[in-house]
């Protein structure tokens, strides 16, 4: 069935960090004589009906009317932006996804995971309303590849999903583990250690900041002026948080995202920060928790990979 559909993609246009990450093998592009994606196909994928529009790009649609959402205090209508999308295009190599994820806090991690471990992209995650009860989150994806392998990619996404809420039908308010003591002493030492930087220690709290140069307006800038990883530690040696921000061009942030996740830190957001920089920086907030020194590991394994990135 053809249709029209009016897709906007405006937080993944604004993070830009889209770069086809490979589905599969030979990128098989199941479709009619006319080269357009089969929809139906993808459909029987995702486990969910496809529509095709007017120039062939093949939409999924999965409108989240599993919570009630509230925002300004007034009762949201799901069709009124709570619908998760997935649209297929034709692609250099199969076909490529883009698609925007409704997500609540505690579906976050789980919808992230599913998509990496699917060969997808997270290519950004932020807020679209303010004063929502609860929290809605929307983490927009991509890849590229064979149209089937992404359209099951998507559901597994999708199913990650609708477990946490099969095991809790209401968002929690707190991520998984103990809350660490927030006057807890640590050790500033290993910390730096393990980094390899000296860091500054205030109130309980260890931040260490790695600057990075760029170009703004023709005009080199730099740490100074917010182009830095800033990672803080709190809490414990045995017990602690650490939290921050990574800066990253686009090629750096799979890798990071990735390896961050492989290391238990969770991901809660990831967007510009600046317009017309050179290169265009991306930026993932990040928060986990366990012992220190071994939240201090991944974020060295981070910074790790960071470097190695094309």
Same mark, same amino acid.
């Given at each position: &069935? ?7 993609? /405006? ?5 830009? @960090? ?19 994606? %089969? ?54 190599? #199969? ?10 806090? %505690?579906?976050?991690?789980?919808? &992230? ?5 699917? #060969? ?9 309303? /303010? ?52 006057? *807890? ?19 309980? @709290?260890? &931040? ?13 800038? #730099? ?8 990672? /803080?530690?709190?809490?414990? %040696? %045995? +017990?602690?948080?650490?939290? *921050? ?36 920086? +991306? ?28």
């Amino acid at each position: &069935m053809i249709i029209k559909l009016t897709m906007v993609f /405006a937080a993944a246009a604004a993070c830009g @960090v889209f770069t086809q990450a490979l589905v599969g093998g030979g990128g098989r592009m199941p479709g009619g004589s006319d080269g357009r994606l %089969d929809a139906e196909a993808i459909g029987k994928a995702a486990g969910t009906k496809a529509m095709t529009a007017e120039d062939g790009v093949v939409a999924i649609r999965w409108v989240r009317d599993d919570v009630k959402v509230t925002v300004d205090k007034m009762p949201l209508k799901p069709f009124a932006g709570l619908g998760s999308v997935a649209a297929f295009h034709r692609g250099r190599r #199969g076909a490529m996804v883009m698609g925007d994820m409704v997500v609540f806090q %505690d579906e976050v991690t789980p919808a &992230m995971d599913a998509a990496f471990r699917n #060969g997808l992209e997270v290519t950004g995650l932020h807020n679209h309303f /303010a004063f929502d009860e609860p929290k809605v989150y929307f983490m927009h994806i991509g890849g590229s590849g064979d149209a089937e392998k992404l359209a099951a990619g998507v559901k597994a996404i999708w199913d990650a999903i609708k477990e946490v809420r099969k095991k809790n039908p209401q968002p929690a308010d707190n991520l998984p583990g103990k809350v660490p003591e927030a006057k *807890g002493s640590l050790s500033a030492e290993e910390i730096e250690h393990i980094l390899g930087r000296k860091g500054r220690a205030q109130g309980g @709290v260890v &931040m260490i900041s790695i600057g990075r140069e760029g170009q703004m307006h023709g005009v080199k800038i #730099g740490e100074s002026m917010g182009l830095g990883t800033t990672v /803080a530690f709190s809490g414990g %040696d %045995d +017990y602690a948080v650490v939290y *921050g921000d990574f800066i990253m061009t686009g090629a750096e942030v799979q890798p990071v995202l990735r390896t961050l996740r492989q290391h238990g830190t969770h991901i809660v957001a990831l967007h510009n920060h600046m317009i017309g920089e050179a290169p265009p920086f +991306y930026f993932a907030h990040f928060w986990g928790k366990g012992p220190a020194k071994e939240l201090a590991q991944g974020i060295k394994a981070a910074l790790e990979v960071q470097r190695e990135a094309k």
